[in-house]
């Protein structure tokens, strides 16, 4: 039977939630002062794992997708380009007002790139992904026996 994706109780979710937790509480507090990749890009790395499963879960509500499918190349990316064009373009540069402390750091865009990479791996959507298991068509059962 394959696996039911979980939204917001899905592992890679819940670990980028701890992370982000971590990230807000202990890392950032403790290295005021000091340059650590993590304190600055840490959040930026977990934008795709943290924040698209509870949008893809109000999708669910609303009909647009299927229930307990994971996550599609064409959401992920859909929403890393317009994440990334709204919160380091429009946001700083046109909105201003409510964004003006953001920057538009383009080493934001990686980040935000990266983790949705290793999220992809992690749920299966990249072609070797490994929490996905291959399944079978009948044809090809009736053609193996």
Known sequence: ??????????PVFLTAFVLYLLNRWLFKPWSQGHTTL??????????????LPPVLFVYRLL?????????????????????SLFFKWLG????????????????????????????GFCWGTWPTGFTRKKTVSIMEAKEAL
């Open 1 to 10: 039977m394959p696996r039911k994706y979980r939204y917001c109780f899905d």
């Open 38 to 51: 993590f304190a600055y890009y840490g959040n930026d790395v977990l934008c795709i794992p943290f924040c």
């Open 63 to 83: 009909k647009m997708r299927r229930p307990y499918s994971y996550p599609t190349r064409f959401e992920m990316l859909s929403h890393l380009i317009i994440w």
């Open 92 to 119: 700083p540069s046109v909105i201003k007002g409510p964004f003006a402390w953001t920057s538009t750091d383009p080493w934001d865009v990686v980040a935000y790139s990266i983790g949705a990479i290793i999220a």
